[in-house]
């Protein structure tokens, strides 16, 4: 029989985390805990208002699952136990955790996987006037790749200004939801003069089909277009990528099927993160092999990581060890 635990952290965030939608100062994560009195499996997940998820509604969600969990509830029941999302997440990748460690293997090994290799990540620029903005592309303008947030007015000279102080980056945007056509096709004839190589989530997800008959003078991204594999076939002919969160998929499990299907239908990928610490970027590691874009920086957006985090060598992020996860 298995002990399950559930906790809430705090983290505070270097600086202000802007997007389209709001601002943070601090990561509020769910922190799960499975153990067999030998092992202990843990994970992380971050609830997401945007999507009616709460910090006390998740709580609830993994409490009122915790004795089919502690019985053995295995992660195919939960994929029919608990919907998409956060709470998910925790306990599919926390399941898988314990495992690893009961059998003395490493996840990847176990889901059938490549072994996970170092990968390099994006570096995200928070949303901001277009000088401060140049100002933070200025001082990470050694990251090879840099992600740079916007939210429709202005968002060219945003572009243009990021461009201008990191002028050796390569460059990919996200709109978080907040462009309309009219931004879309003013912007869009610009963004490959400026080396923007994708952009993300243009429209909102319920006014997206716009996309299939639009040109794109870049790839596009699916971000809160898709959350699992039952979305790629409504997205297919509107995005060329696809965002794969595990907060959004509900865990790793849901995440490989993503990427399976994702991949059926000629879809690339990106392996994307919310902003949390290394445990709840770590298995999304093992989705890398997969990318084509990798947005992993969540810990790197902290003030301080969780002890033991991930390993980053500038943007270079190195897979977790056994002992942390996996």
Known sequence: MR????????????????????ARTKAEVVVVELSDGDHTGRAECVPYPHYGETVAGVVAQVQGIADPVAMGLTREELLQALLPGAARNAVDCALWDLEAKQLGRRVWQLAGVPEPAALTTAYTISLDEPQKMAEAARAQAHRPLLKIKLTGADDLSRLTAVRAAAPQSRIIADANEAWTPEVFCAVGPELAALGVEMVEQPFPASEDAVLAELEHPVPICADESCHTSRDVAAVSDRYELVNVKLDKTGGLTEALRLVTAAQEAGVEVMVGCMVGTSLGVAPATLLGWAARYVDLDAPLLLAEDRPGGLEFQGSVLQPPGPEYWG
């Open 3 to 22: 002990r399950v635990s559930v906790h809430t952290e705090s983290w505070p965030i270097r600086g202000v985390f802007r997007i389209s939608r709001g």
